[in-house]
């Protein structure tokens, strides 16, 4: 029902920039909000961040903060991420994803996901 297609990756030297681009295909689903996931060797895939289709909210883990930036071009559902100031913990394979954002009590906002994955691109940042 959804197709996610992630391209940009590459090697890149400490302290470089890379542009990751994910497009999305579907003729079922109206998508409300997309993600960036990236998983490194031996450990579990994490949220990196997220982004609402019309792209006025956003939100990102605390390691990229200042760092990276997401951002969608809606009608084209397509989703960014600009990486800059790559560091070696920056490495692994990146993933999109669509989903849902959801405000908690706390007025926190927060990325639930949907089970579609496209098939990743590697991101290797050397020292």
């Known amino acids: 029902q959804v197709q996610l297609v992630e391209s940009g990756g590459g090697l890149v030297q400490a302290g470089g920039s890379l542009r990751l681009s994910c497009a999305a295909s579907?003729?079922?689903?109206?998508?409300?909000?997309m993600a960036w996931y990236r998983q490194a060797p031996g450990k579990q895939r994490e949220l990196v961040a997220f982004?609402?289709?019309?792209?006025?909210?956003?939100n990102y883990a605390d390691s990229v903060k200042g760092r990276f930036t997401i951002s969608s071009d809606s009608p084209k559902n397509t989703v960014f991420l600009q990486m800059n100031s790559l560091k070696p913990e920056d490495t692994a394979v990146y993933f999109c994803?669509?989903?849902?954002?959801?405000?908690?009590?706390?007025?926190?906002?927060?990325?639930?996901?949907?089970?579609?994955w496209g098939q990743g691109t590697r991101v290797t940042v050397s020292s």
């Open positions: 982004i609402s289709s019309a792209g006025d909210s956003a």
């Open positions: 994803n669509i989903g849902l954002l959801k405000r908690n009590t706390d007025g926190r906002l927060t990325y639930a996901e949907f089970d579609y």
């Open positions: 579907t003729r079922t689903f109206t998508i409300h909000a």
